[in-house]
Each structure stands twice: as C-alpha cells, then as structure tokens.
C-alpha cells in the first residue's frame, strides 16, 4: 500500500473538497433553474430590484379601422409597455436632462405596467384584443357623456368592452382620423371617477409604441405616457389654457409646477417663461414634441397616489395590483 506525505494528503483532502463543492455548485443551479422555470404563458416580467408599489396589468383592444386598416405588431405594443415602465419609473435615460432648476423634483412614480396574462374569467392572455369595425376613435367621445353616442367601448356595437377598472388599465387603440380622412388629436383619457364602462385610454396607432408606423413628432411612445397620467388623475402642466391667474380651478393642484400661461408645443427653446415663472416644459403633461418631454414632478407623484389611498377613486384597483 502506498504511503502519502503530508503534502500530498493536504492536496489529495482539498482537491476532494473542491470537486464537491463544483458538484454540489452544479446540482444546486440545476435545481434552482429547473424550480424557477415559469410553466405560465405570458408570464409578467420580473420585478427589479427596487420594487415598485403596484404593477397595473393592461389589457389592449385594437379596434381596426376595416376600410382603411392601420398596422400595429404585438411588438409595436410591446414597445409601448416598455417606456412606460421606463417614464413611471424614472428609468428613461433623457430625465437627465431636465434643467438644473427642475432637477430635484424629477420623481420615480414606483409603478409599473405589464400586459395582462389573466382574463376576467381565469383564461390565459396575451392582454391584446382584435378586431375589425367601421368604428374610429372619434366614436368614443360625446360632449354630455351620452354612452349611446360611444359605440367604441362595446363590443356588440362593433368597438370592444372593457375589462373590470379594478383589476386593469384599459387602452383603446383606434383610428383618429376624421371621417374625411384628416386626423384628429392623438389621444384622449377617461378620468378617475368616470363610468367603468370607459374608464381608460384612446391612442391613435401611430402614436403608440416606437415602432412603425409613427407620425413624426410622436415617435417615442410619450402619447401614452401624457394620457395615462390622465388617467391618474393629472391635469395639464398649464391647468387652463390662456391664464395666469393662480388659483386651484385654473391650474393642475400641483405645488411644485409652476404657473403657466399655455401649452408648449414642439421642442421649446429653455428657458422659456410666463406668469413670472420659468415654464416646465419637459413635463410629460405639456405638449412638447416627444422628444421634448421626458419627467414628472414629486407633487404629481403625490397626486396620483391620493387616488390608492383609503377612499381614492382607485383604490380598489391599488388592492388588486399592490406589490407584497
């Protein structure tokens, strides 16, 4: 029998260990990947590490314009999910350049969205609705409010139904053009405190997402971004159009925006000013060109989330979607 010195015992006992340890390091990441696989389709993407409070699921509903139909991918929209994430995040590599007078009050929202993977009734989904329809997005509105004048948010008259406002984010895609072909605005929102039966979101196509196609000033997907914080219940950076008067009706109720006589429009030259103040015209709820706009404030943090506090208009919606 051979006889080892204690050198070559020494390497013998740590070589034994190391090709444990690898084995064990090996079977370990088997087991962890094979634990982690995701069986669900569809599944949401992964929380970061800084959480958010709540992820909101939406669900889609591509009402296609059948005379004249207008193209828009799964990816189109996917693209959509994603600078939103990044804008209600603060993960939008342009809030950098909000000017130094503004700087601090750039604020993270802590709320994300992802397309919904479950339907009302249990079924898995992709969280995107089609169809085909005479209908435009012009047939979702009516100045009193009259639902027998919005066909676009029922099915059975041709636009789609929405899901329950408590467990998601409508958002309508439909064509703004004008029955005689020009287009109409990019986007509206149905407020906190509407009738569920609209409570949502109209875009435009081309104005969605950042793939084609786009309309020029509108490539980066900041359409969406202005209307959803609609509808959590901001108002316009200018409050009233064509005032300067300070007072709650005439502006958006956010300390820390200042008072502004009207809206931008393209890529304001900084500073720009009115009613004694510079404008915040990089705010996402003005109306610079989307690579103009790019930060909300803390006070319209603080706003928004007034709607999941006890008694807010949203707050059901806040239990179904918080983050544990």
């Given amino acids: 029998m051979k006889l080892y010195s204690f050198a070559e015992t020494f390497a013998i006992t740590m070589n034994t260990k190391k090709l444990t340890y690898y084995t064990s390091f090996i079977l370990l990441s088997i087991l962890f990947f094979s634990c982690s696989k995701d069986d669900k389709p569809d599944s949401p993407p992964p929380i970061p590490a800084s959480k958010p409070k709540m992820r909101i699921p939406i669900v889609v509903h591509v009402v296609n314009y059948a005379p004249d139909p207008f193209e828009i991918s799964d990816e189109k929209i996917k693209s959509q999910i994603e600078v939103l994430n990044k804008d209600f995040r603060k993960l939008n590599d342009d809030w950098q350049k909000t000017p130094d007078i503004f700087i601090d009050l750039v604020a993270d929202i802590e709320i994300e969205f992802y397309l919904a993977t479950t339907a009302p009734d249990g079924t898995p989904t992709n969280g995107i609705l089609r169809n085909e ?30 899901w329950p406002n ?56 900041r359409t969406a ?36 006589f009207a809206s931008s429009n393209g890529k304001p030259a900084f500073p720009k000013s009115s009613c004694g103040s510079i404008d915040m015209t990089m705010n ?41």
Avoid at 151 to 157: A, G
């Fill in 133 to 162: 329809s005479n209908l435009i997005a012009s047939d979702g509105v009516d100045q009193n409010n009259n639902l027998d004048n919005m066909p676009l948010y029922f099915t059975q008259r041709g636009g789609q139904d929405a």
């Fill in 166 to 221: 408590d467990q998601y984010l409508n958002i309508w895609i439909a064509d703004y053009k004008n029955r005689d072909g020009g287009m109409g605005l990019p986007g509206y929102a149905n407020p906190p405190g509407t009738d569920p039966r609209i409570d949502g979101v109209v875009i435009e196509p081309r104005v969605f997402g950042t793939l084609p196609p786009l309309y020029g000033e509108y490539k980066y997907g």
């Fill in 225 to 260: 971004t202005h209307e959803i914080g609609h509808w959590l219940n901001l108002k316009h950076i200018y409050g009233t159009q064509d005032s300067c008067e300070d007072s709650p009706e005439k502006g958006d109720y956010v300390d820390d925006t200042p008072t502004q």
């Fill in 284 to 324: 996402f709820m003005d109306y610079s060109d989307d690579d103009s706009m790019y930060m909300f404030t803390k006070g319209q943090k603080a706003r928004m989330w007034e709607l999941f506090a006890e008694g807010g208009l949203r707050r059901k919606l806040f239990e179904n979607c918080e983050v544990k």
